[in-house]
């Protein structure tokens, strides 16, 4: 009987196997996300003749009991695991996750409000707009209160994202005033969920949804208009709340997990770029040079982000 031969690897199909487990787990699932909220006009758009806040209750409303129904069924396990580390966690730290969770549901509810208003009532090119210049802002917000570090690389490509945002805004102040709303409030959502660790994501996300559904519902009589009768409304508050909410936040959060906040901030540009592609040629929305030449910078600067992390999972 001959001896097995050891069968040499080949250095390309090595490096392919590292990719493989380091790089695009918590990518795909970052790149997933932007790319199902980059349609997020498919479930709002319809619609816009509803009030802002309505669409936000019942957004909120749909959201908080199906997580809760499926964390309560599938996820008892993570519960009683959660249960056994917030008993060992001292004081000051669950005070810290507290503020930390309750902050970050405040945020998150401004978000969406203010997004949806966006949306419906200025111009989708408006909330794509907002969403170039949230992955600056939490790539600043992530070197001064996370303290990650950017290589000079990176930097050049934030430096590019100005310049693209810069141009973008030429003319167009009242859409800067309600970009920057919704960016920094998102931006600071992703920093908080970076700063909560030792906490399953999905619960977390749960627990954040009933504290909204919690603030919201004392105002649903008195802020909220009739009840929607047609049952397309409630059709598409269903696939805002599974396919446009649950599903790419909980990926988002997942995300966090294994990338930096500034990586994931990056990535964040693919969701204004389908926005504005789908503005120029679905929604027929009036498209100058201007931004043509912004959004070409700012999916160079994505590039340019991302590079240094791919080539040092590769090697």
Known sequence: ????????????????????????????????????????????????EYPS????????????????????????????ETRGILRQMPSAQKKKLLLLTFGS?????????????????????AASFAYLVCPILTTVFAYFILKEKLASLQWASVGLSVL?????????????????????TYALYLIMQKKITGIDKFLLLNVQLIIIALILLPFYPAYSGPVPQAASFYGYISI??????????????YALKGISSSSVGILLYINPIIGFLLSAFYYNEEITLFQIAAYSLILVSILLFNVRSFVKSTT
């Open 164 to 184: 693209g945002c810069m141009l973008l805004s030429y003319n167009n102040f009242t859409t800067i005033i309600y970009s920057l709303m919704v960016a920094a």
């Open 105 to 125: 549901a405040l945020l998150l509810m401004a978000n969406w409000f203010i997004f949806i208003y966006v949306m419906n009532h200025i111009s989708v090119s």
């Open 1 to 48: 009987m001959h001896p097995r031969k050891h069968i040499e690897i080949p250095t390309f199909a090595r490096k392919f196997q590292h990719l493989d487990m380091r790089f695009p787990k918590y990518y795909l699932a970052a790149v997933t996300a932007f790319l199902i909220w980059g349609f997020f006009s498919f479930g709002l758009k319809p619609l816009h």
């Open 53 to 80: 806040l309505d669409i936000l209750f019942y957004r909120i409303f749909f959201c908080a009991p199906i997580m809760t129904i499926i964390t309560l069924l599938f996820r008892r396990n993570t519960i009683i």
């Open 240 to 253: 805002i709340a599974v396919l446009f909410t649950i599903i790419p936040l909980f990926l988002n959060l």
